[in-house]
């Protein structure tokens, strides 16, 4: 078996949105670049702006899906996820869903992902924010423990919950950028 092709993005630097080409680039400078903390739990939109403008890329879906999910576009994410039929399609979808929260069908879409080649590098990033949950990058605990830190607002717990997400958005950003083309 081969091994997983490697992410575009230096993992060991900050997060350059500018790589994926002006009109994303653009679009992310809307809310924080890529950094913006999104909720555990479905909001509102972050930005006004964000649907007109992720309407009009010409990108592949599971960038569209990401963007959307960026945003707190949590529909729109939602439906453009569940058209995608591959595991990128299944992780966005499993995301959407631990936003809901609907923490069983959650699961149920992380099942439908596989060993995705981000979770190694996704454990990493876990780590070094302080939540270990395993020898391996587990979907499973990462839905308890977001369902966990929701229920505790503004508690140490949230806020890692949170940077862990962040990083996973990155991560899988980055992949559907390099390999939806």
């Excluded at 630097?13 to 992310?28: K, N, R």
Aim: net charge negative; with cysteine; aromatic share 10%.
């Amino acid at each position: 078996m081969a091994p997983p092709p490697a992410l575009s993005h230096n993992w060991s630097m900050t997060f350059d949105p500018t790589i994926y080409g002006p009109a994303i680039a653009s679009l992310l400078a809307l809310d924080s670049n890529g950094q913006r903390l999104i909720p555990l739990v479905q909001s509102s939109p972050s930005h006004a702006e964000a649907k007109a403008q992720i309407d009009s890329l010409h990108a592949p879906p599971p960038v569209r899906a990401g963007l959307y999910l960026y945003f707190s576009l949590w529909s729109q994410a939602h439906e453009t996820a569940q058209d995608i039929n591959s595991p990128e399609g299944a992780y966005w979808h499993a995301i959407v869903h631990r936003q809901e929260p609907d923490a069983s069908n959650s699961g149920y879409w992380f099942r439908q992902v596989g060993e995705h080649p981000i979770f190694p590098a996704l454990r990493d990033q876990a780590v070094s924010l302080g939540v270990d949950l395993g020898p391996r990058w587990s979907p499973t605990r990462f839905i308890e423990f977001c369902e966990q830190a929701r229920q505790q607002p503004g508690s140490d717990a949230e806020r890692r919950a949170l940077e862990v997400q962040r990083a996973e958005w990155q991560l899988l950003f980055d992949y559907c950028n390099s390999h939806s083309r």
